[in-house]
């Protein structure tokens, strides 16, 4: 069998049988599932295989039938080819994610250049376009990755240390701030991305394990890391579900499902939408009517089947989290609101109560739009003047990207509480959680009450004779053992617990935690 032939076997068997299996395991509903999680992990660990061998294997398979798939397709093969190549991409970028020892493998950088030399622009789709760009960030990772040199004598063998080159924050980064909300302190940083932080191309900066190469120490660097990853656990997959929306709606794909599936979360796509009116809440401030074309779902249906459908489906719920998206950039963060408009300036009570009724948004009274009463997420003044001229047709490409499930109160004041300790930097034991040096051991000191001068814990109900603890000061456990029901880790335990500021008792069940719990504050009477 020569070259040809043998390319052609493995185009055959990759269409067959490989594809099939590469869409199924890849697919939104499939890695969404509760139920499929654990099996679908296991799926992929075994595709990965002892020491990324059998991945290896699979996937230089998959290169070279998209490498021949590409090169000898026609215009009937191109639909087949876009599957195959963003199918592939989604496992590659899960195998990967789930098995982290391929960062260092340096067959997948191989095989992720053949595949992106062979894919043109028409077959790069935002979704494998997506998949291929976390896909290199991934190995790129691996790759800056120092490996330790070998020492001749084995008997001064020192510590690895692993050092991974780091673009900064803000104006410390070299190549200088990414966006508008790149910053190098969290309290000047927006808790929802802004549109120049989405169209960014850099990678957002994220502290790494060692807080020795973090741009700060002590607890200001512990509230910055908490801070900045909790932020990309939940703004970042946000961001690159707009991300995505925005290159669909610059290129016109008008081929692309209401549900979309974004790896790590769900997003449903509202389009044609524009902004009817604005009006105003004492309590919620100001608040627009976003009006869109109803789904797919419910077109052709009754006003009872359509009210049902949006009921069963609990989208668009009060305080869900959506984004405006423009094919012109301009991105507005908003959450769905009560859809109670207030009616101002009517004294007749019939004409009130009609006013009232044509004006409050509905999901399923029309047949072929839907509307919805929204509010600001975060206000920004340059975000009311934009909606303020903008309440009316536009030929603008506009669709409006929901999250479902996405709750802003889940995560806001959590972030927000850190960017206020971050300003204040006052956090109790701040020394024992984050010292300022990582090397140095922390010194947990006796409570303030016990370093008064003449004072003393009395332990006359552990000995049963009389004896003190005075912190700060040797202790002769020999007095205590004599007499006391404590075993030596008890007595132990209970005497460190008296003399620091600060006190961890563990132990299985039955040891008497508890039991030195409750004498603890006896020797403190």
């Known amino acids: 069998m020569d070259a040809s032939e043998r390319d052609e076997t493995t185009i055959s068997i990759f269409k067959d049988r490989t594809l099939p299996f590469y869409r199924i395991i890849s697919h939104p509903d499939v890695l969404s599932s509760l139920i499929l999680e654990s099996p679908v992990d296991t799926i992929y660990t075994f595709l990965f ?29 191109e639909e087949v ?48 376009q997506q998949s291929l760009t976390r896909i290199k960030r991934r190995l790129n990772s691996g790759s800056s990755l120092s490996l330790a ?56 900066y994220l502290p790494l394990i060692d807080s020795a190469q973090h741009h700060l120490s002590g607890l200001a660097g512990l509230l ?11 703004v970042g997959q946000l961001r690159e579900a707009v991300r995505e929306e925005i290159t669909r709606l610059e290129r016109d794909n008008r081929n692309v499902s209401e549900h979309q599936g974004q790896q790590g979360v769900r997003k449903i796509i509202y389009h044609n939408v524009r902004f009817s009116r604005m009006c105003a809440n004492r309590r919620k401030g100001l608040q627009v009517v976003a009006e ?42 908003l959450s769905v609101c009560d859809p109670i408009l207030p009616v101002h300036g009517r004294n007749d009570s019939n004409t009130d109560d009609k006013g009232r009724s044509d004006d409050t948004p509905s999901l399923f009274k029309q047949a072929n739009r839907a509307s919805v009463l929204l509010g600001l997420a975060e206000y920004k003044t340059e975000d009311v003047v934009w909606i303020s001229t903008h309440t009316a047709s536009s030929k603008t490409r506009q669709s409006l990207v929901e999250f479902p499930g996405v709750l802003l109160p889940s995560f806001e004041p959590t972030l927000q509480a850190l960017q206020v300790m971050s300003r204040k930097l006052n956090l109790p034991f701040a020394e024992i959680v984050a ?22 814990f009395n332990l006359d109900f552990l000995a049963g004779v009389p004896l003190t603890l005075k912190p700060g000061q040797s202790f002769d456990f020999t007095k205590l053992d004599g007499r006391s029901t404590l075993d030596e880790a008890q007595q132990f335990a209970v005497i460190q617990a008296l003399s620091t500021g600060l006190a961890l008792i563990q132990g299985p069940p039955g040891t008497g935690k508890s039991a030195l719990f409750r004498r603890r504050p006896q020797a403190c009477v």
């Open 224 to 234: 910055d890391r908490q801070f900045r990853l909790l932020r990309e656990d939940t």
């Open 81 to 128: 080819s876009s599957i195959a190549i963003s199918s592939s991409l989604a496992v590659l970028d899960r195998l990967i994610e789930i098995n982290q020892s391929a960062q260092v493998i340096e067959g997948f950088t191989a095989i992720v250049e053949t595949i992106s030399a062979c894919i043109p622009d028409e077959f790069m789709v935002p979704n494998a």
């Open 49 to 77: 295989g002892p020491s990324g061998r059998r991945g290896l294997r699979v996937f230089r398979s998959t290169a070279t039938a998209l490498s021949g798939m590409v090169l000898g397709h026609s215009s009937s093969d």
């Open 292 to 333: 869109f074309d109803q789904p797919l779902q419910v077109k052709n249906k009754s006003m009872k089947q359509r009210e049902d459908w949006w009921k069963g489906s609990k989208l668009l719920q009060v305080d869900s989290l959506v984004c405006f998206v423009s094919a012109n950039g301009k991105i507005i963060f």
């Open 149 to 204: 040199s070998i020492q001749s004598t084995p008997q001064n063998v020192q510590s690895v240390a692993f050092e991974l080159s780091q673009d900064l924050p803000g104006n410390l980064s070299n190549n200088g701030a990414r966006h508008n909300n790149d910053h190098a302190s969290i309290a000047d940083i927006q808790i929802l991305p802004t549109a120049q932080e989405i169209a960014s191309s850099r990678q957002e």
């Open 435 to 456: 010292p300022d040096s990582p090397t140095s051991a922390a010194v947990t000191k006796p409570p303030a009450y016990a370093t008064k001068r003449g004072f003393s």
